[in-house]
């Protein structure tokens, strides 16, 4: 008998503390964009083509009159007519009866979002989700393509285009060798310490192509800007006047030569550029700074643009399916200026590139091109200072071996 009380007494301890656990665990709460999400209904939508803001909050049951007043309200931080196709967004309604819309959030990307109170108070704020900074130190080797080496490290493709861009003066990332090898120090952004948004920056890099290694640290020069520029280990810069090339492009199918055989005259004659076969579509980017001074079509250029950078040097770029600037048009290194075609005298899709050098058309692979303006002898000093950590932590990094 006294067994049987024990038994049940030790059972009933267990049950009351079992109760005891689950009263100690709260259900979690869900908290997004500042709002705590269990006190609203939750819709969740993407703007599909052809929606507008007016027709997305008309199926929601705003009435017209509301939709006005609110479009006339926030265009100045958020324009109605600018939402696009493939963006998502959430509308929080009441928990009442009605179901009563009271917010409508907008991600803009990512990272950005913009609040409208659409309830009784019609408001409107741009707000930013939490991001954090991730430090990271890596390194890879070339077997085929810049892009398969950082993906065989299990790194973002986002790097392809830091390390392009970096280097688009003095690398010619279509003659990557097997071999080649790369080293970085970068931060990456995260939103929640684990979904991974973007690179923040790169610190420093060095790639060694071909044996010859070609650092890169970044450093602001210009304080009134407070846009940073990449210079090497002697304070040289990196950026050049002039781009190593006017697309990412596929092959050279045609260099500068005084003869060849034009595959649509069908003779031998000159031709004064160089052809970088591509996609149908690819952005043309001017290769420099410059002024369009002509943005037109002949039967043998197709479309075409030409841009005077000085006094001394221009460029042309031909058989575009289209032109992205006008005459007269002032541009930067890197604006798009038109989309591959092969428009005129051209069998498939390709930009003729050409270069004059005082009024003569030459080859600009074998010019000696201007650079950007390096760092100053009385400044030197101080950007070693600055990089000398990074340089150590830079080659402390090991190199990443190739394997046949």
Not at 61 to 80: A, C, H, L, M, W
Not at 81 to 94: E, N, Q
Request: proline share 4%.
């Amino acid at each position: 008998m006294l067994a049987f009380v024990a038994c049940e007494d030790d059972a009933k301890e267990t049950a009351l503390n079992k109760e005891k656990v689950e009263k100690k665990v709260p259900k979690p709460v869900k908290k997004e964009f500042g709002f705590i999400l269990d006190d609203f209904k939750v819709v969740e939508g993407t703007v599909e083509s052809g929606d507008s803001f007016g027709y997305i909050l008309d199926q929601h049951g705003v009435d017209r009159g509301k939709i006005y007043q609110i479009s006339e309200k926030v265009k100045d931080t958020f324009n109605p007519a600018r939402i696009t196709a493939g963006k998502k967004y959430k509308i929080l309604k009441a928990r009442d009866s009605a179901n009563t819309p009271q917010f409508f959030i907008y991600q803009n990307d990512r990272v950005n979002y913009t609040v409208l109170g659409i309830g009784d108070s019609i408001s409107v704020e741009r707000k930013k989700k939490p991001v954090s900074v991730k430090r990271r130190e890596v390194s890879g080797v070339i077997t085929s393509s810049l892009s398969e080496a950082v993906q065989a490290q299990g790194l973002s493709n986002l790097l392809v285009y830091e390390l392009s861009d970096i280097y688009q003066w003095s690398i010619d990332f279509f003659k990557l060798q097997k071999g080649d090898q790369f080293k970085m120090i970068y931060s990456e952004k995260y939103i929640d310490d684990t979904t991974f948004v973007g690179i923040e920056n790169v610190e420093a890099a060095v790639f060694k192509h071909g044996d010859k290694p070609f650092y890169a640290f970044e450093y602001e020069t210009d304080s009134l800007t407070g846009q940073p520029s990449f210079y090497d280990e002697e304070a040289k810069a990196l950026q050049s006047f002039f781009l190593k090339a006017p697309l990412n492009y596929s092959r050279i199918s045609s260099r500068y030569t005084k003869r060849r055989f034009h595959p649509v005259q069908k003779r031998w004659k000159a031709h004064l550029g160089t052809d970088y076969a591509a996609a149908h579509g690819t952005p043309i980017v001017s290769t420099a700074d410059g002024t369009v001074i002509a943005s037109s079509y002949t039967s043998g250029n197709g479309n075409y643009v030409k841009v005077r950078h000085n006094d001394k040097y221009t460029t042309q770029y031909l058989h575009m399916s289209k032109r992205n600037v006008r005459s007269g048009q002032r541009i930067k290194q890197g604006d798009v200026i038109g989309y591959v075609g092969s428009t005129g005298l051209a069998t498939g899709p390709h930009v003729c590139y050409r270069f004059w050098v005082h009024g003569k058309q030459v080859d600009p692979y074998r010019q000696n091109l201007p650079t950007a303006k390096h760092i100053e002898p009385e400044h030197k000093e101080q950007y070693f200072a600055a990089i000398e950590d990074l340089r150590t932590s830079l080659d402390d990094i090991p190199y990443k071996d190739y394997k046949n």
